[in-house]
């Protein structure tokens, strides 16, 4: 009987509130990584002309970055590094975020340079008012939902944790790199990492962006340093244009995504098919059972 009403549920979990209606969306994400404020632009641009969303994880304050702010398609986050935070700042992780918080007051989400993650950053970033972290990388992970995560200071803190599934940087280690087929299709939150520089210079491999560095002092160079080193093979630029002219019309920012989670999730209760975690309201009438 026990059996019977669990298989009911799940049942009804899949057919009512199956992946698709759970989450499908495709989320673009940008990792600013201090790029050139021509490059942001071009992004911006592309991403306007079509009427898409997005979230951007900021790395300093330039005129492209404050420009991120009024746009009504953008949710700007921070993307704090850490690197020598231990080391040489007496203020640690606090300081980081801190000057970042400065440029983004209410910034609600957050990605970390290079993913550093641990607890005690988890933590920091919860406790300074940050309510979503996306620096969790889970490569073409299908299925993916949101979670939270509590963190104390004494008083209580929730971190939602969006993972994403794709950045550039994994794509260029394949051997045929940027094939339309490697676009993720699974069912699942499909959250990307894009960074402008890589789709300014249709990156195929890091040579490119390398020798930007090396030979033109990048991110301080001019437009005209740049063209010598863009790509005309297939590479991020034209994987990004793919996304785009694939993504449907209605798209989210990563606080729009977990908004809705949580108010799907306040509906619903776990169940768990095949070691699959997935969400769904039980009905009335099985409850009653
Ligand atoms: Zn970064």
Redesign the pocket.
């Known amino acids: 009987m026990w059996l019977r009403k669990k298989q009911s549920v799940v049942i009804f979990c899949r057919i009512v509130y199956g992946t698709r209606d759970i989450m499908d969306d495709v989320v673009l994400t940008f990792?600013v990584?201090w790029a050139p404020d021509f490059m942001i632009e071009y992004v911006v641009d592309m991403l306007v002309d079509r009427g898409i969303k997005s979230t951007w994880f900021i790395t300093h304050d330039s005129p492209a970055t404050r420009a991120l702010l009024c746009n009504t398609l953008v949710e700007v986050g921070i993307?704090p590094s850490f690197e020598l935070a231990d080391a040489h700042w007496t203020g640690g992780y606090s300081d980081v975020i801190n000057r970042l918080l400065e440029i983004v007051p209410d910034a609600k989400s957050v990605r970390t340079?290079?993913l550093a993650q641990s607890h005690e950053i988890l933590g920091t970033l919860s406790t300074h008012g940050l309510e979503i972290d996306s620096s969790l990388y889970l490569p073409r992970m299908s299925h993916v939902v949101p979670f939270d995560v509590a963190y104390s200071d004494g008083n209580k803190h929730n971190l939602v944790r969006v993972p994403f599934i794709w950045t550039e940087a994994t794509e260029m280690s394949t051997s045929s790199p940027f094939l339309r087929s490697h676009v993720p299709r699974a069912p699942g939150l499909k959250v990307f990492a894009f960074h402008p520089v890589h789709i300014y210079l249709n990156s195929r491999t890091m040579k490119q962006y390398r020798q930007l560095q090396k030979l033109r002092g990048y991110p301080c160079c001019s437009q005209e340093d740049v063209t010598q080193f863009i790509s005309h093979r297939s590479g991020t630029k034209s994987m990004f244009v793919h996304v785009l002219d694939n993504t449907e019309e209605q798209t989210k920012t990563l606080s729009e995504i977990v908004s809705e989670w949580q108010k799907k999730r306040n509906e619903m209760v776990p169940c768990v098919e095949h070691g699959t975690l997935i969400y769904g309201t039980i009905p009335t009438s099985v409850m009653s059972r």
Do not use: V, Y
Request: hydrophobic share 0%; glycine share 0%.
């Open positions: 990792d990584d993307h340079h290079k």
